[in-house]
Every structure is written in C-alpha cells, then in structure tokens.
C-alpha cells in the first residue's frame, strides 16, 4: 500500500464515522455516467469503460449493505441508448446481462427490472425475467436495474397499463376521471410498491437527470458528483451520503 492509498483509507474511515446511519436514504437512484469518457482518458476502448463500469456496480452495492439502505436502481441502458451503433450496443447489452447474471448468483440482492422489456432483445428480457424470478425469494437490498429505461416511457406505460386495467373491469371514462389520482398513476409504475428514491447520485460531471425515475423524483435529493462511474470510489458515496444528511427535507412545507 503506497502512502496515497493509506491517506485515502483514513479520510474515507473519517467520513463514515462521522455519518449519521439514522440519516441514511433507504432508496438510493444511481446514473451510472462517464463509462466511454473514463475509457478515452484512459486509452481504451468504449467497451472496457462499460465493463469497468459493470464491475464498480458489486463495490456499490457493498457499500450500501454497510449501510443500511433498502433500494437501488441503476441506470444501465436507457431507451436513448439504442441510437447507439450496433458495434456497441451489441457488447453493451451482452456485459448487462452477465452483470445481472452475477447479482443474481450473488444471494444477497433482490433484482428487479424496470424499463420497457419489449425495447429489448429476447436473450436480454430472458436474463431480466430469470434474474427476477430466481431472487424474489431473497430478503436483501432490492436492486432495480433500469435497463430500456426512459422516465416518460415509464409514465405513459403506467397511463397505458392503468386505462387497460380499468378497460377491463369495464369502468367508463367518465368513472376513470372521477377516480384518477397521483397514488393511482403510482401504482402502475415500474417501482409499484417500493419507496421514492431519497437520493439520486449522477457521477462524471452533469448535472441533469436526462429523464431518470422523474415521476418518483419529485421530492428527491440530487448529488451530482465529478468522477466518472468505474472511477467511483467509497469515500464519493460516503460524501453523498454526508451531504444527503445535512439537507433538510420540507416537502414543500
């Protein structure tokens, strides 16, 4: 160990134990950014910054077993994505799919999709759906993996999914719009059921959401920090963490 990394280790101690755990988010949103910037600065190839990237995610996760949060979605693929060439996008979606493999065969985490499964290849919605199936048993951290994920993709299939709903059991349009509410949109979204996320971390440098969880968001903190992804370190979450902590939330009050 060099003396940066033990400097390094010391801060990050000194950050975490100075964290408030009866302040912790339960649900933590994570975009995963700067996968192919990290790769270019690093000399290689837009492929070994997604895998880079991939490989960060079980670090992540750790860190959060540690302490004390319920819910993660990560950002991995969104709907935007798929106007990406064919010669990356192929390789992308076959690293999210072993890494979705991987959280599955881990035993901790509870994994499941949101996102459009139909945007998807079927080897890809395959993986989703097993990785899903084999977990739900587990009582650990749930992982959303937000893959063919688009925040507005996501409210008109809950709008979609709601008016099919209603169709059915042959309610009128005129008894839907006396009934129609925010809990009622809720409950058709790809997070039904779960909490709103308390924190949405976004790392390499932007500062914007670009469509993420932006119904569930509403009230969500922002920590938009400057590494990018596979560069993410613990004393960057822990810092997020600290500074989620010290905000005061007032939902408007």
């Known amino acids: 160990m060099n003396f940066r990394d033990l400097v390094y280790r010391l801060y990050a101690r000194r950050v975490e134990g100075r964290l408030d755990h009866d302040q912790v988010p339960k649900h933590i949103g994570v975009i995963l950014d700067g996968n192919r910037r990290w790769?270019?600065?690093?000399?290689?190839?837009?492929?070994?910054?997604?895998?880079a990237g991939a490989d960060k995610?079980?670090?992540?996760l750790g860190w959060c077993d540690e302490t004390d949060v319920e819910v993660v979605t990560l950002w991995m693929l969104s709907t935007d994505n798929f106007d990406?060439?064919?010669?990356?996008?192929?390789?992308l979606l076959g690293i999210i799919e072993n890494?979705?493999?991987?959280?599955?065969?881990?035993?901790?985490?509870?994994?499941?999709?949101?996102?459009?499964?139909d945007l998807l290849p079927a080897?890809?919605?395959?993986?989703?759906?097993?990785?899903?199936?084999?977990?739900s048993g587990i009582d650990g951290i749930i992982v959303n993996v937000a893959v063919g994920y688009g925040g507005r993709q996501e409210i008109a299939d809950a709008v979609r999914s709601l008016l099919q709903e209603h169709?059915?059991?042959?309610?009128?349009?005129?008894?839907?719009?006396?009934?129609?509410?925010?809990d009622l949109i809720s409950e058709h979204l790809y997070t039904r059921g779960q909490p709103d996320p308390d924190l949405v971390i976004r790392?390499?440098?932007?500062?914007?959401?670009?469509?993420?969880?932006?119904?569930?968001?509403?009230?969500?903190?922002?920590?938009?920090?400057?590494?990018?992804?596979?560069?993410?370190?613990?004393?960057?979450?822990?810092?997020?963490?600290?500074?989620?902590?010290a905000r005061h939330r007032r939902y408007g009050a």
């Not at 000399?43 to 997604?50: D, I, L, P």
């Not at 080897?123 to 977990?135: G, H």
């Not at 169709?167 to 925010?182: D, H, N, P, R």
Request: glycine share 6%; proline share 3%.
């Open 84 to 91: 990406r060439p064919e010669h990356e996008l192929k390789p």
């Open 167 to 182: 169709s059915a059991k042959g309610t009128t349009f005129e008894e839907l719009a006396e009934i129609v509410s925010t």
């Open 203 to 245: 790392t390499s440098g932007e500062q914007r959401l670009s469509g993420f969880m932006l119904w569930q968001s509403a009230h969500s903190e922002y920590y938009f920090c400057e590494v990018f992804w596979p560069a993410f370190r613990k004393v960057d979450f822990l810092r997020a963490l600290r500074d989620y902590s």
């Open 123 to 135: 080897e890809t919605q395959t993986v989703l759906k097993e990785a899903e199936e084999a977990t």
């Open 57 to 60: 995610i079980s670090e992540l």
């Open 99 to 117: 890494t979705v493999r991987n959280l599955a065969a881990d035993g901790r985490w509870r994994v499941h999709h949101v996102g459009t499964l």
């Open 39 to 51: 790769a270019k600065a690093s000399g290689g190839s837009a492929v070994q910054g997604h895998q």
